[in-house]
């Protein structure tokens, strides 16, 4: 007796009904991504181990899926270099390529490959799926996806602010109540030189970026493992310890600290131009300035920017951040880029949390026609030729079964009208409309069919 198959542990089948929901979290980003002018791109599921490892620090580095090589894998390789060599060495010897970790260094990539085919800046965007090796628990997939909007090729803080009204939008358009949480990682680097600590801002910014999760004392322990001296330590702990503070008065706390810190004091002006301009906005959001924000991937040298849900505990739903360097590391130097990505699963799990779906269209079909034998069938065809003239999401059932049959198909499927044509309808050119959420049922001729659709339907054609 055969098993059940089963899927890996972090990844998910999604039904007809769960795929309609998504197409419109989906269909809603990618809207917002247009409006403001963004085209998109994609790149390969993987990617050569070379363009991930090392950009997204010792932490991200483990949780990338790595490919084995084709063909013989282990050729090359005797017993005792197995026994030798570690796992991350032997991995080295024996995979070559890996799953994406994220769209972001593979747009670096691109960009760097592409650079003579490109018009800076660059303003593009990317929905595709993406791997980490990662536990999986409530809210965190092995598979997952991303849809990223960066701009690359300009400095100015507008692109920020353009970035934060996208969020605000998207968000708005889903009923999704947020708070968009800010901060700076020159802000963050000069904190580390104000306790003395600069060559360790990488660790700092590891430990910190888990505060959140699991609070002060477990993140002074990981620093303490880290060799991190307790002085250190305490002086950053009391530096955390004003995150009570509104945003005017953190801001102005941190002035007085970093003032011989010229990182610190980029990064402050930084925040405040930002903040400057955004209160010329209305926005719907709620919008703080949140120093313990950290975003551990190494490759961010400015703003950063993480998004949480106000009515549902789960981690971030949308982040991202300013980064100066990336495209340098693919022999593109000099170019700026900033971006921001929505977890549109975790967007899915807080929509279907808080019944945002409830008005959403249940199926993607619109009118089902009844078969009721081979003349019928083709008098059937020629209606849906006409229905998807007018943009209209017919199907004709294809076998000639039991009425009821076909009838608990078009309920199951939550199919909202439906055509019966008959030999007494085919000889007097008419149609019989079901409405199925009433059962009530109207005859029309079929040459005032465009009629019934633009009353019933497509109000706009």
Known sequence: ??????????????????????????????????????????????????????????????????????????????????????????????????????????????????????????????????????????????????????????????????LIQIIDEVFNKLSISIQIKINNRKILAGIAEYVGAPERISDITIALDKLEKIGWENVKQELISKGIKNKIIKEFGNIIGVINLNNIQKISFLHSILLDSEMGVKGIEELSNLFNLLDNLELKSTISFDLTLARGLNYYTGAIIEVKANDVQI???????????????????????????????????????????????????????????????????????????????????????KLKKQMSYADSRKIPYIIIAGEEEIRNGEIMIKVMSSGEQRKILLKDIKSFVKSELKPGI
């Not at 007809?16 to 403001?36: A, N, P, Q, S, W």
């Not at 620090?57 to 017993?79: C, H, P, Y």
């Not at 008005?359 to 009118?367: A, C, E, H, V, Y």
């Open 1 to 162: 007796m055969f098993s059940k198959p089963s899927i890996p542990k972090g990844t998910r089948d999604f039904s007809t009904d769960e795929m309609l929901k998504r197409e419109f979290i989906f269909d809603t980003i990618k809207g917002v991504f247009k409006l403001y002018g963004y085209q998109p791109i994609e790149t390969p599921a993987m990617e050569n181990l070379s363009t991930l490892l090392g950009k997204y620090g010792v932490e991200g580095d483990k949780l990338l899926f790595r490919i084995l090589n084709s063909g013989d894998f282990l050729s090359g390789i005797t017993d005792g270099d197995i026994m030798k060599i570690d796992a991350s060495g032997l991995s080295s010897r024996i995979c070559e390529k890996g799953l994406r970790y994220d769209l972001t260094v593979p747009f670096a990539r691109y960009v760097a490959q592409h650079r003579d085919e490109i018009i800076f800046p660059f303003k593009r965007y990317q929905i595709q799926p993406v791997w980490r090796a990662d536990r999986p628990q409530k809210g965190r997939y092995r598979e997952f996806y991303q849809c990223d909007v960066d701009v690359i090729g300009s400095n100015s803080l507008l692109n920020e602010i353009e």
């Open 315 to 401: 981690g971030s739903i949308c982040g991202g951040g300013r980064y100066d360097n990336l495209a340098g590391i693919f022999g593109l130097p000099d170019i700026s880029g900033v971006g921001v990505s929505f977890g549109a699963d975790r967007i899915y799990d807080v929509m279907s949390h808080l019944g945002l779906f409830g008005n959403l269209k249940s199926s993607s079909t619109d009118i089902l026609i009844l078969n009721f034998g081979e003349e019928e069938a083709k008098f059937g065809l020629k209606i849906l030729k006409e229905l998807r003239t007018f943009g209209v999401m017919a199907e004709l059932y294809p076998d000639q079964v």
